[in-house]
């Protein structure tokens, strides 16, 4: 059973850095793209970032381009999300996802592999 432990979220000032953290068990780690999506209150959960199997492509939506970078080391079984400039609107329960597909999908729907989720929460 494949499971997905987040870390790193956090209080910080609107302008400020988080990094956040999830660890993969499932074996290879590069079997999987993995994804980073996060879900405000009242609100549907929303792609923030994925990477291919061996960090070759990168994706991400208009929100977080050039804010937010997803990055992974396959030896340490890890991806990353790096935010930075964060805004209040970026607050949310932020969730990492894996898939073994192949393919880097930007909804929920088709990633077979979810963590609890940790909060970020950003003041203005």
């Known amino acids: 059973q494949v499971q997905l432990v987040e870390s790193g979220g956090g209080l910080v000032q609107a302008g400020g850095s988080l990094r956040l953290s999830c660890v993969n068990s499932?074996?290879?780690?590069?079997?999987?793209?993995m994804g980073w999506f996060r879900q405000a209150p009242g609100k549907e959960r929303e792609f923030v970032a994925g990477?291919?199997?061996?960090?070759?492509?990168?994706y991400y939506p208009d929100s977080v381009k050039g804010r937010f970078t997803i990055s992974r080391d396959n030896t340490k079984n890890t991806v990353y999300l790096q935010m930075n400039s964060l805004k209040p609107e970026d607050t949310a329960v932020y969730y990492c996802?894996?898939?073994?597909?192949?393919?880097?999908?930007?909804?929920?729907?088709?990633?077979?592999?979810w963590g609890q989720g940790t909060q970020v929460t950003v003041s203005s």
């Open positions: 996802a894996a898939d073994d597909s192949g393919v880097v999908l930007t909804t929920a729907a088709p990633y077979d592999y």
């Open positions: 499932g074996r290879p780690f590069s079997k999987y793209v």
């Open positions: 990477i291919t199997n061996y960090g070759t492509k990168t």
